[in-house]
């Protein structure tokens, strides 16, 4: 079960493909390691960063 929010089909299988299922995988990793995968953007990232703030947390610094 994931807690990730909706995002577009190629964020989704960017992070799935990465392993990144929960708002907690998410969290160990840095904006810089999220950008660097395929299919993951700008607006993804905006998306990610929310819904970590939501549930205080935040990307790993880089």
């Excluded at 390691?33 to 998306?47: C, I, R, T, W």
């Amino acid at each position: 079960m994931t807690d990730l929010p909706r995002l577009a089909a190629p964020a989704r299988r960017a992070l799935m493909a990465a392993g990144i299922t929960r708002l907690e995988d998410l969290a160990r990793h840095s904006e810089a390691d999220l950008l660097a995968l395929h299919g993951l953007g700008p607006n993804a990232l905006e998306q990610l960063r929310a819904a970590l703030a939501a549930r205080g947390l935040e990307f790993r610094p880089a």
